[in-house]
């Protein structure tokens, strides 16, 4: 009786399983699989983190030299400030910056103070 | 990827799992382990040492290369052969498997616990460092390391401080500068391999820990449902220090367990060298480690020879703070803070202020019925765990079944405690902190309860024939 209870909940158990993977690649993991699948690395980190920004951080990656300084004046979301320390670093961020990096009108922007 | 790159990566964790093998036989004093067991420790306890090796070139002021690290570890191991301890990497035959042949059952277990081992590899590899703690406490921290060639010397002082939390432990960064020297380079896709392989291990920690007490086809089925459990899967592939945290907390009190079981020296010290290591990865792992004694102390107080267990437990103690206090020395010679917590702050006022927020309460039991009966993200372990200790709850309480029963009961209890010590702004309500975390947090201790479900079906006899 007590085994019979437990291959119950087991089958239970592996219903759920079976349930919540395959719901979890329907509802979009799948498509997500597939689109990370067929991008190189680099495409990758666009798709992640969104191709205007990727490409606002390579952008500002060319133009500050590895030393330069910057301030964070505002920005779209808080990871967006971590992301761009992030990808920006060894530039440092300093109260007395180079540039100035700040988010309007949709957009982030770069100026050299 | 880069061919490589990956080929270094691959040769790296293999010579890092061969260093915590190292390890792991000079500590067992002789005492052998299944192959698999040992490797499985070994990867844990290996990227944990060479990673905080990282920390003594630190004091020592200097650069810690991929030679400079390995050198020590390649110095024992000749030693080893030379002075004839070859005998020492023997391992246990592996006796238990020789039950018959696998079961049609079996097999699907395994095919379950392979398909999420393979999709938690998938998930971590597939796309770069994205979540918010993964790349702001933990990716910054490493690309730091790895590009000044190790810890600069006012990392401490000033240059973590830019980022949250600088009092958190720094181990999962170092793994990943780590791995980055491994490679060569930065690459923020194959550095994710450190979690999925802590998945791996603690799968197999866990079954050979089951084996101790259940057949294959039970300790497989137990095995199975801790590898199902969506929110361990999903944390074992995003970069988040939990999951590391997680593995070394629930080697630390199984090994604790199995030492009072069998009384085996070995087993004490690898139980005290993972919860050290637990103490290194989150500040939750010193919460960790003083449930863990307190649950020792017990065990001494109620079963042991006083004198000999006092020397035990002096000795596992010593163990744990003489590894992990270093830590502690440079939070508070640099000053270091934690925003959550804000433990610069804290003391006894705060302890007893803890007691005038009794009125988050509500929000705090609220949150835990939530992970409770949440079967998205962990089907139906919580229920499975009530059920059962409704069902057995004089027997949880008896014998040596008691231990984990109150470890759980400990650790569920200081988490949820934990919550009144945060301080908050006056009317800012405590929901976005419970809800934000809490589930992290139940990864914890989530082996530790699957665990204990499979003694008490052991105890009751539920699976036998």
Redesign the interface.
Known sequence: M??R??YS??A???F??IL??AR?LYKGNLRK?RA??SRS?EA??S???GAEFHSFLKEAMDMMPKDATYRIASERK??DR??I??YL??R??SNEPDYNIYYKGGQYILRKL | ?NLIGAIRLILGLTVTTAVGWLFVKIISLGEKRPFLEEKALGYGLGIAILSLSFIDFWFLGLKPTFIYILLPWIVVFILLIITKRITLFRTQATRYDAEGPITFLEKFLLF?IS?EVIHSF?KAL???I?A?DS??MY??RA??FF?AGGIPADFFKTITK???NSGHPPMIPLAEAWIYTIMGGL???LVKIIFPLFFVSLIIIFYFALRGFLNRKAAL?FTF?LA?I?QLNHYASIGYADFALTFYFTAGFIYLFKWMRGKIKSDLFISAISLAFACWVKLEGWALFLCCALIFILFIMLEFRKREGFIRLITFLLIVLILASPWLFIVKSAGLENEVYKFESIGANRFISSFTNLDRLPRILYEFQKQFFG??KW??VWI?FMALFILNIKTVFRGELKYPTLLLILVIAAYGYSYLLIPLKPGEPINWNVGSTLSRLFIHFTPLAVYWIACV?HK?????N
């Open positions: 007590r085994k209870i437990v909940v087991l239970i158990w592996i759920f399983w919540f993977f979890g699989y990370l699948l690395a990758r980190i798709y992640i983190i808080p990871i971590y992301r320390i992030y670093y060894p440092k961020i | 990827m379950g398909v998938f597939v796309k770069p994205e918010f790349v702001a990716a910054i690309k730091v590009e830019a980022f949250p690459n923020d896709l089925i449902i199902t969506p079967p998205k089907n139906i499975i079906c009751k006899g539920y699976l036998e």
